[in-house]
C-alpha cells in the first residue's frame, strides 16, 4: 500500500491504516455511500509497442477488462467474488485468474476500483494477493462499519501488499495539505500522515500507461447519492484510436463528463465505448451517446441476468447511431487489437475452456 503510513518493516500497521482510511474518507468519494452493497493452458501473450490488446472477459453479470501493451499491464475491475479464487470452479464463464495467467501475467502495472459494488471488485483481493500490483486507483476505501466479506478481504490485502493506492480527488493541492494538518493535530509521530501528491488523481490527469494515454474524465463531484457515480471513467487512446471505459456511471456522471468536456475542450468521440452499467437505462444518455458516438459497442452482461440487462432503450439508442453491439453473454469474451491507427475485433481467440 502508500508508503506514507508503513511501519518499519514495510507492512501497513494497523493503528495507521485505520488513520490512512479516515483520512481518505474525508479527502474522496465515499462520505455518501449509503446505496452501498447493492485447464489453463501455457501463456500465450506477447507484449508490444506497437499494439495494443484490450480482454474485455465474460466475467457474467460483472466487469473485468485487461489492457496490454509495451511490457505493460492494467486491469480495470476484477469480477465478481470468487471469479479469480484458484481452486473456484467457475461455470459458463472464465476462472479470471487462470485467464491472467495463461495470457502470460506476472506483474499488474495499473489496477483499476472503479466503484466499490462486488460486480467491479469482488475479486480484487485475490489479484492483490496473486499479482505484483504496483499502483491501484481507487475511490472505494470504505468505513469498517459498511464493509463485508469481499470487501474485509480486499482492505486485509492491500494493508499486507506494496501497492500504491492513488485515489480520486475534487480537492485543491492546498486543501488537502490542510486537512492533513488537522487530521494530524495531536497524533503521535509514528501515527501521523504525510501528504504526497502522488496519492491523488484529478479529472483531467493522465495515468502513464506504455504508448497509450490514459484520461480519467470521472467522477467529477465529491458526493453522489448513487454509489455508481462514484466510478473511475478512463479514455484510452493510442495511435490515434479511442476507447472510453465507463464503469457504472450513470447519467449524473455521464451529464458531468459533458460539462467537462464543453468547458475544457476535451473530445469525448471515441471509437470504441464499454457500455455504462452493463447497458442499464440508469446510464447511457442520448445526449451522451450522440457525443461519443462509438462505432462499436462492447456490454458486459450476465446470460438470462435477473435484471433485464441489456435494456431495449440502450440497444435502440446505440443503434440508432450506428454503434455495432458486442454482448459477452452472446459473444463470451470479446479481444480488441489496436495496431497501426486501426482496430479489430476477435471473438474466437484461443482461451481456456469454460
Wanted: negative net charge; glycine residues 6%; hydrophobic residues 40%.
Amino acid at each position: 500500500m502508500a508508503s506514507n503510513a508503513t511501519g518499519r518493516n514495510g507492512k501497513v500497521t494497523a493503528a495507521r491504516i485505520i488513520g490512512l482510511v479516515i483520512l481518505i474518507l474525508a479527502l474522496t468519494f465515499v462520505n455518501n455511500l449509503d446505496v452501498f452493497l447493492g485447464h489453463t493452458n501455457e501463456p500465450v501473450a506477447n507484449y508490444s509497442a506497437s499494439s495494443l490488446d484490450v480482454y474485455f472477459f465474460d466475467v457474467g453479470q460483472a466487469d473485468s477488462i485487461l489492457l496490454m501493451t509495451d511490457d505493460k499491464v492494467m486491469l480495470v475491475d476484477t469480477g465478481n467474488a470468487g471469479d479469480a479464487a484458484m481452486d473456484y470452479n467457475v461455470k459458463d464463464k472464465i476462472n479470471l485468474s487462470h485467464e491472467l495467467k495463461r495470457l502470460g501475467v506476472n506483474k499488474i502495472d495499473v489496477l483499476v476500483a472503479t466503484h466499490p459494488h462486488e460486480d467491479h471488485m469482488g475479486s480484487m483481493y485475490k489479484i492483490i494477493e496473486m499479482f505484483d500490483v504496483k499502483d491501484l486507483y481507487s475511490n472505494s476505501i470504505l468505513p469498517e462499519s459498511q464493509q463485508t466479506g469481499y470487501y474485509k478481504r480486499f482492505v486485509s490485502a492491500l494493508e499486507e501488499s506494496d501497492t500504491h493506492l492513488i485515489t480520486p480527488t475534487t480537492l485543491s493541492e492546498e486543501e488537502i495539505k490542510a486537512k492533513v494538518e488537522a487530521y494530524n493535530q495531536g497524533l503521535p509521530e509514528e501515527e501521523k500522515v504525510v501528504y504526497n501528491p502522488n496519492d491523488y488523481i484529478r479529472v483531467g490527469d493522465e495515468i502513464p500507461f506504455g504508448n497509450a494515454k490514459v484520461t480519467m474524465l470521472a467522477p467529477n463531484a465529491s458526493k453522489y447519492s448513487d454509489t455508481n457515480d462514484y466510478s473511475i471513467v478512463l479514455m484510452v487512446e493510442f495511435e490515434g484510436v479511442k476507447l472510453l471505459l465507463t464503469g457504472d456511471a450513470g447519467k449524473l456522471s455521464e451529464k458531468e463528463m459533458l460539462k467537462y468536456a464543453a468547458e475544457n475542450d476535451f473530445d469525448l468521440k471515441a471509437d470504441i465505448l464499454k457500455v455504462g452499467h452493463h447497458g442499464s437505462r440508469t446510464a447511457n444518455t442520448e445526449e451522451f451517446i450522440a457525443k461519443v458516438q462509438p462505432s462499436h459497442s462492447i456490454m458486459m452482461v450476465g446470460k438470462d441476468n435477473s435484471y433485464g440487462l441489456p435494456d431495449e432503450d440502450v440497444i435502440e439508442r446505440l443503434e440508432k447511431h450506428g454503434s455495432v453491439i458486442y454482448q459477452t453473454q452472446d459473444a463470451g469474451d470479446v479481444k480488441l487489437t489496436i495496431n497501426d491507427g486501426k482496430y479489430a475485433f476477435d471473438l474466437d481467440f484461443a482461451h481456456e475452456e469454460k
